[in-house]
Structures are given as structure tokens and as C-alpha cells.
């Protein structure tokens, strides 16, 4: 398991190493957590995404905790996000809730997750620009890794939709084979096979567009808005993760793509980690696409426009 030579000295391990133990219910997790006389006094729904129900936990103890259920047949999307949460936040640049437990509640026919609540403050002066430099901060992040860096110990979720993460040793390949290829596969219900034809040049010719970054990314996986907010500490936090290993580029253009950030955070965030702005720009469509495609499959033809938009500019007149 060799050791990536970047300038940081933090070491990100990929796999769970809080969080991982299961329990057989809500009830269990907080008496081994909070004590044998604790118990959850109420719950109030948080608002959340549409894949689970979210609460805020008042339990006996004055403790609060933050609940993620599901149905007892999806617990795999909390074992993965917990890996993902765990590995950002072993890395210790950057705030990530701490994970209390997950488990399968049979009788009640649920699964869950618990991290700790985080209660927000005001946001510091600098919020945005400590914001840039924390997550450049993680993107350069020294960790441990397999001779096939790019991918992740396992699959995961992007939203509901599954998310392949095969280690590969070339980023552009894994692109295409973990990302591009499976989302294209579920969208040929909605693309005509001209358009199926052109997104294969895009695949065949995937080294003409995309780079070899210089160094592999622990990368948040979905990082919009919605999947940040302030913490205790007035600065940015990030939650509900899609993470694997990859090009940072991917990362910054998902903060982009449903409404980018004020400017002050890619300045900042350039500071610390270099960006080739003009490359990146021209790539920028292609990681666009998998989160569009993505959108595509899981909600319906009102992102087809988007996605063919992006095919035809990549592809022109292309056969």
C-alpha cells in the first residue's frame, strides 16, 4: 500500500474506521452511546433530500442527534455513506459530522444512520474564502492508497441511482467505464441512437477532452450547494457525500452546475491548489454530464435538452 507523495502530511484512510459498528435499532444505538438510561424523548422532521426521511433527535440525556431512516431493504446507502463521511473526515481539513451509528431496526422495518447534530452559528467574515481553502486543502490531501488509485473500496450512491467505483490506474479510463458508461446505458430510453451515436465518439475519444490530473483527489462526489452548510465553527461544512478518488476539476464543477459559488471561493480555493481555469472550462461539460444524465435517469425528460446540449457541443457534427 504504498504512500502518494504530496506536499500535505495528513493521511486519509479510505475505508470506515468510526461509525462501522451496527445496531439492531434506534433505541440500542442510544443506550450504548448515551448510557443505559437514555431514551429518545421526540423527533421533528428535518428538511432534507427526497431519497431519505431526516429528523432531529431529542433525547433524555439533553443530547441532540441527526437521523437518516429508510426502508430496512436500503441500508447499503447508509453503510456507503458512512464510509464516504468517514474517509473526508479522517482527513481533518475540512468540518464533516461525526458518524454515532447505523443499523437495521427489523421490527420496524427501517434502516438507519445517526450523525451528530450540528447546530450552525453566524458565518465567519471569511466564510467563503476558508471555504476554498479547506477543500483545496482536502483535494491535495496525502493519503493511503492501492497501486489502482482512482475509484474507491467500494460502490456507492450518486442520489438513488448506484455509483461504480472499480480502482483504475488512469482517471480518464475510469471516467468513462464508472461514470459516463453506466449513466448512458440507463439513459437510452430517452436518447435516439444519432444521439447514443455521438455520446460513443465522446467515449472513444475521451483522452481527447479529459486529462491525467497530476495527482489523484478524496473527493466529496456531489458537492451542490444543498450538500454544505454552516457549522458550529461559523465555517463550511459538508454532508451527504458521494466520495471516491479522482480529478478535483470534478469536484469544482459540481459546485457550479446548479448555481455557482461567489467568485471569492475559487480565488481562494486557487490559492492553495492551482487551477488551469481555461482547461477547465473546456472540460467542465463532461463532468456536467454524468450529474445530468444522472438527473435524467432518476427524474425524468426534463433534463434531456441539457444532456444532448452538452453531446452536440463535444461531439459537432461528429458521426
Not at 148 to 159: E, S
Not at 169 to 190: G, H, N, S, T, V
Not at 193 to 211: G, N, V
Request: charged share 20%; glycine share 8%.
Amino acid at each position: 500500500m504504498p504512500l502518494l507523495p504530496w506536499c500535505c502530511k495528513m493521511k486519509v484512510h479510505l475505508s470506515p474506521e468510526e461509525g462501522n459498528k451496527l445496531y439492531s435499532s434506534v433505541d440500542n444505538m442510544v443506550k450504548t452511546l448515551f448510557g443505559a438510561a437514555a431514551s429518545v424523548l421526540s423527533t421533528a422532521p428535518v428538511h432534507g433530500g427526497d431519497i431519505n426521511d431526516a429528523y432531529r433527535v431529542s433525547l433524555s440525556t439533553g443530547d441532540y442527534i441527526f437521523l437518516k431512516t429508510n426502508s430496512a431493504a436500503n441500508v447499503n446507502f447508509f453503510l456507503t455513506e458512512a464510509a464516504g463521511l468517514q474517509a473526508l473526515r479522517s482527513s481533518g481539513k475540512i468540518g464533516v459530522p461525526r458518524i454515532l451509528g447505523a443499523g437495521t431496526d427489523a421490527q420496524k422495518g427501517i434502516s438507519f444512520l445517526a450523525l451528530e447534530f450540528i447546530e450552525g452559528v453566524p458565518r465567519i467574515a471569511s466564510y467563503w474564502e476558508t471555504f476554498g481553502h479547506q477543500l483545496a486543502e482536502l483535494h491535495r490531501a496525502e493519503f493511503l492508497s492501492y497501486e489502482n488509485r482512482f475509484g474507491f473500496h467500494q460502490d456507492n450512491y450518486i442520489g438513488a441511482s448506484p455509483q461504480k467505483n472499480q480502482p483504475c490506474e488512469k482517471w480518464i479510463d475510469f471516467y468513462r467505464e464508472c461514470r459516463l458508461l453506466p449513466q448512458l446505458a440507463m439513459a437510452e430510453r430517452y436518447l435516439d441512437p444519432s444521439f447514443m451515436k455521438k455520446a460513443d465518439h465522446i467515449l472513444e475519444h475521451l483522452d481527447s477532452y479529459l486529462r491525467e490530473p497530476d495527482f489523484p483527489s478524496l473527493l466529496h462526489g456531489d458537492l451542490w450547494s444543498g450538500n454544505m452548510l454552516c457549522g458550529p465553527d461559523g465555517k463550511a461544512w459538508i454532508i451527504d457525500p458521494a466520495a471516491y478518488v479522482g480529478d478535483f476539476e470534478a469536484d469544482l464543477a459540481m459546485t457550479q452546475l446548479f448555481g455557482s459559488l461567489p467568485e471569492r471561493f475559487y480565488d481562494a480555493y486557487s490559492e492553495v491548489n492551482p487551477v488551469d481555469w481555461k482547461g477547465y472550462r473546456e472540460r467542465k461539460g463532461l463532468y456536467d454530464l454524468y450529474h445530468l444524465l444522472n438527473h435524467l435517469n432518476l427524474f425524468g425528460r426534463g433534463y434531456l435538452r441539457s444532456v444532448v446540449e452538452i453531446i452536440e457541443r463535444y461531439t459537432g457534427a461528429a458521426d
